[in-house]
T-cell receptor
Framework: DTEVTQTPKHLVMGMTNKKSLKCEQH?????MYWYKQKAKKPPELMFV???????INESVPSRFSPECPNSSLLNLHLHALQPEDSALYLC??????????FGPGTRLTVT | RKEVEQDPGPFNVPEGATVAFNCTYS??????FFWYRQDCRKEPKLLMS???SGNEDGRFTAQLNRASQYISLLIRDSKLSDSATYLC??????????FGSGTRLQVQP
């Protein structure tokens, strides 16, 4: 089973809202990732968690706040987003230095 | 030089054709390579992993040339369902994937 699940599938939020994206995997992977993908562009790495600790933050604005409550769950907390933050947010997981498996993504629209 | 370079295409080929994509990468320390396919408005799906000189899986063959720092993907007997964007992805030492911009393939009946 190589399934990564993400909720919600779609999210529309205003610039003053607070919302959270959720990601879950049950493959025993110890690394989890958040990517952002704009239309017609490749995914861009935002954050990497390894063994539940944040190991990479690609200079992401503080209005995006990741959280890894346990080895199976990854959250992305959103606050005071801008319209240009509208994108597909992808979660992925992997064993160390091996292939990453992606969830279906959350399509976010900021109004 | 970009970390990963791919011809964006589109490659328009008839069903049954053989098509090849190349990808060049700049980080000579990259050890592992992956090809993902991505359908429109969907997530990337792993197509093939390459840890040594190459890999073959059915109609798909990946070849790695470390000396020239490129990796290729060959698709034989193209199907309509192969129409997608193919992303070349080296794994850097810090466990992060660096995606190429992708090559779009359109297989026509």
């Amino acid at each position: 089973d190589t399934e990564v699940t993400q909720t919600p599938k779609h999210l529309v939020m205003g610039m003053t809202n607070k919302k959270s994206l959720k990601c879950e995997q049950h493959m025993g992977h110890r690394a989890m990732y958040w990517y952002k993908q704009k239309a017609k562009k490749p995914p861009e790495l935002m954050f990497v968690y390894s063994y539940e600790k944040l190991s990479i933050n690609e200079s992401v604005p503080s209005r995006f706040s990741p959280e890894c409550p346990n080895s199976s769950l990854l959250n992305l907390h959103l606050h005071a987003l801008q319209p240009e933050d509208s994108a597909l947010y992808l979660c992925a997981s992997s064993q160390e230095n091996y292939e990453q498996y992606f969830g279906p993504g959350t399509r976010l629209t900021v109004t | 030089r970009k970390e990963v370079e791919q011809d964006p295409g589109p490659f328009n080929v008839p069903e049954g054709a053989t098509v090849a994509f190349n990808c060049t990468y700049s980080n000579s320390a990259s050890q592992s390579f992956f090809w993902y396919r991505q359908d429109c408005r969907k997530e990337p799906k792993l197509l093939m992993s390459v840890y040594s000189s190459g890999n073959e899986d059915g109609r798909f063959t990946a070849q790695l040339n470390r000396a020239s720092q490129y990796i290729s993907l060959l698709i034989r007997d193209s199907k309509l369902s192969d129409s997608a964007t193919y992303l070349c992805v080296p794994l850097t030492g810090r466990r992060a994937l660096t995606f190429g911009s992708g090559t779009r393939l359109q297989v026509q009946p």
